[in-house]
């Protein structure tokens, strides 16, 4: 029997843990069954309450999942952990405006047999929107992990699937023992993308676009029908209860927004013009070509979420005298269009257009340095921490609870080593919904690496890990983003794919590490070894606990 890369790691060392665990809260109580504090002042800290608002040498003092004070006189409760924040900086926990953070991705209906292409069955379509994201949450998906690591404390996650996988739901990014635990709230949205079905209708964007036509009004005459059979029944004929139809009735009501997965131009104007037949609330989200609807945006009630996925900066060759006109012509090209795609956040900006951010075909490992390259492109760091924070709290109307540091609020924070948008800055700490998480600041920062070992390094390995249960092997995929060097892990038998966090190659020397579940408790395992050529050598383990298993890696020749 073949076990998934995950399950290895839980069975090596599952046992462990929950011993050591168990030994460390008796530490602490007799009866075993104490908890930590929920308690924690962070003290003299540079304290970022939200865009523009900066308490210097300040307190901030979360208790009971909530932010109890904030400021430069606090009283600190007897029972707080007191956490030193002297050279510190405290800010909100950040908002994923829509992403699929949490949830894992359901297999697709198999095309049935003698399918009638013109009116397939709405499930064979992707038309589902009475599901629900919850259905596909998963507490040990390692996603919720990696963006934590990142600062962020909420997700507006979304589900998987074609043209209208379902309702999206307002997640917490912490450990929790049911999916149902992480919800902080539930329908927040209609999700739909222009993701039609293979080789049935709608196929393509126009048939999307008519479907959804379709879908809308059917709706609105079946909630009017309802509505008359409810208030007099008497001669009329009994409504249809059709669930599909009956997810629109809160859109119908603008009661619940529609977010629109448009990256393109094209697409957002598609959108838009549903918008302008139908009359629902829109929210355009993960877009990327935004600087072509400036004019149509400005003035409009229509809602934003701009992609975090940054395109590589375009290489250019170095010597000019042997390039032709034309090769001059497309890099100059090339380079503009960079510019212009960084340039839109700046210019929304200015032009007083709101936006939240998406990380949405985003990976991990690129998210902090593609914010920090937006700033570098004359994005304000306030507009920056706007669009993490207060502007994505409003866009999922959240603010009364999220979005800056204020008493009552949940007591979601991140602690950093330095201003956030420095690019020499970690993340000390994270609390979610008043749970403190500790990092290793110690370590190198994700993707350090000379240019020689990016070139060394990237690529596709073949790696095999050794444990008492059999070999288990996979893929290791090594990218160059815009000079940052990033991984994903795969695993040959099927298990979930797991982005390489704190990515680090230098002097031959590869580390980088990845989260798992084990029974409830989020695990981090941690890759080290030498690289000699094509050939790596290492060990994965769980240094609080003293065990590891080897691994060995080879890289696929181009």
Do not use: C
Request: no cysteine.
């Amino acid at each position: 029997m073949k076990l998934h890369l995950h399950n290895v790691f839980k069975l090596v060392f599952i046992l462990p843990l929950l011993f050591i665990s168990t030994n460390l809260l008796a530490q602490s109580d007799h009866t075993g069954e104490a908890y930590p504090t929920r308690t924690f002042a962070i003290t003299g800290a540079t304290i970022i309450q939200g865009p523009g608002m900066v308490v210097d040498s300040g307190t901030v003092v979360i208790s009971d999942g909530l932010i109890s004070a904030v400021g430069t006189d606090v009283s600190i409760p007897a029972d707080a952990e007191v956490i030193d924040g002297t050279e510190l900086f405290v800010y909100p926990g950040f908002i994923d405006g829509m992403s699929n953070t949490g949830a894992t991705r359901p297999d697709q209906m198999e095309r049935p047999d003698n399918l009638f292409t013109p009116d397939p069955p709405n499930d064979y379509a992707g038309i589902t929107p009475e599901e629900s994201v919850i259905s596909q949450l998963d507490v040990a998906e390692s996603s919720i992990e990696n963006m934590r690591k990142l600062g962020f404390t909420i997700s507006h996650t979304v589900p998987y699937g074609r043209m209208l996988p379902g309702s999206g739901a307002i997640i917490l990014l912490s450990d929790k023992d049911t999916s149902y635990d992480l919800v902080l709230k539930q329908d927040a949205s209609m999700f739909t993308q222009f993701t039609g079905a293979p080789g049935a209708y709608p196929g393509n964007t126009l048939g999307i676009m008519a479907k959804w036509r379709n879908l809308y009004t059917q709706a609105t005459y079946n909630k009017d029908h309802e509505t008359l059979y409810a208030s007099n029944p008497d001669g009329i004929q009994r409504p249809p209860q059709d669930r599909a139809l009956q997810a629109f009735y809160p859109v119908i009501d603008k009661n619940k927004p529609v977010f629109y997965h448009t990256n393109s131009m094209l697409e957002a104007r598609r959108a838009m013009k549903l918008k302008d037949e139908l009359d629902f609330n829109l929210v355009l989200s993960d877009l990327e070509e935004g600087w072509f609807l400036m004019d149509d945006l400005r003035d409009s009630d229509i809602k934003v979420l701009m992609s975090l996925d940054l395109p590589d900066e375009p290489k250019t060759s170095e010597d000019d005298e042997e390039k032709s006109a034309d090769v001059i012509r497309q890099e100059q090209r090339r380079l503009e269009a960079y510019n212009q795609f960084l340039s839109q956040y700046r210019e929304f900006n200015e032009a007083g257009i709101s936006y939240g951010f998406s990380t949405m075909g985003t990976t991990t490992n690129s998210i902090k340095g593609n914010l920090e390259r937006l700033v570098a492109a004359g994005l304000s760091e306030d507009a920056a921490l706007a669009a993490l924070t207060t502007e994505a709290a409003k866009l999922l109307g959240i603010e009364n609870i999220a979005g800056t540091l204020e008493t009552g609020k949940l007591g979601n924070a991140i602690v950093t080593t330095a201003p956030y948008f420095e690019e020499d800055s970690k993340i000390k700490y994270v609390f979610v919904d008043g749970d403190k998480y500790e990092y290793d600041t110690s370590r190198p920062a994700g993707g350090e690496v000379s240019d020689e070992g990016m070139e060394a390094l990237t690529g596709t390995w073949n790696y095999t890990l050794t444990s008492p249960q059999g070999e288990q092997t996979g893929q290791w995929i090594f990218s160059n983003e815009s000079g940052s060097l990033t991984g994903l892990m795969t695993s040959n038998d099927g298990g979930p794919d797991m982005d390489m966090n704190n990515l680090s190659f230098l002097d031959g020397t590869l580390s980088f590490d990845f989260s798992f579940d084990a029974g409830g408790q989020s695990v981090e395992i941690v890759v080290v070894g030498d690289v000699t050529g094509s050939e790596f050598s290492g060990e994965a383990s769980v240094s609080a606990f003293n065990m590891s298993i080897p691994i060995t890696a080879t890289k696929v020749p181009n």
